[in-house]
């Protein structure tokens, strides 16, 4: 059973960075898709990013576009959620989850575990 651990999480300035890494046990979190979502207090969990198995083929919400990269180490078995130019809108708790049901749509595909979450506060 893979286990996810969610860190690099914390309070940042509007225009700042932060990088969130998502490691793993268990081999096979590299043969999985990954991604991240989060849930804003009194907001429904969001996709914001995920990658597919092999890293060659990622999404992104069109609210963080061009502000937000997700990718994946496989050395490492960890997935990466750099965030620049934060915005005070993206203040949430992040959460990473693999995928164990192949699906050719990250947006549709099962997520079925998770990480513990961690907050990422951005102050205007």
């Known amino acids: 059973q893979v286990q996810l651990v969610e860190s690099g999480g914390g309070l940042v300035q509007a225009g700042g960075s932060l990088r969130l890494s998502c490691a793993a046990s268990?081999?096979?979190?590299?043969?999985?898709?990954a991604a991240w979502f989060r849930q804003a207090p009194g907001k429904e969990r969001e996709l914001v990013a995920a990658?597919?198995?092999?890293?060659?083929?990622?999404y992104s919400a069109d609210s963080v576009k061009g502000r937000f990269t997700i990718s994946r180490d496989f050395a490492k078995n960890t997935v990466y959620l750099q965030m620049n130019s934060l915005k005070p809108e993206d203040t949430a708790v992040y959460y990473c989850?693999?995928?164990?049901?192949?699906?050719?749509?990250?947006?549709?595909?099962?997520?079925?575990?998770w990480g513990q979450g961690t907050q990422v506060t951005v102050s205007s």
């Open positions: 268990g081999r096979t979190f590299s043969r999985h898709a």
């Open positions: 990658i597919n198995w092999s890293g060659d083929s990622t």
């Open positions: 989850a693999g995928s164990s049901n192949w699906s050719k749509n990250l947006v549709t595909a099962i997520y079925d575990y």
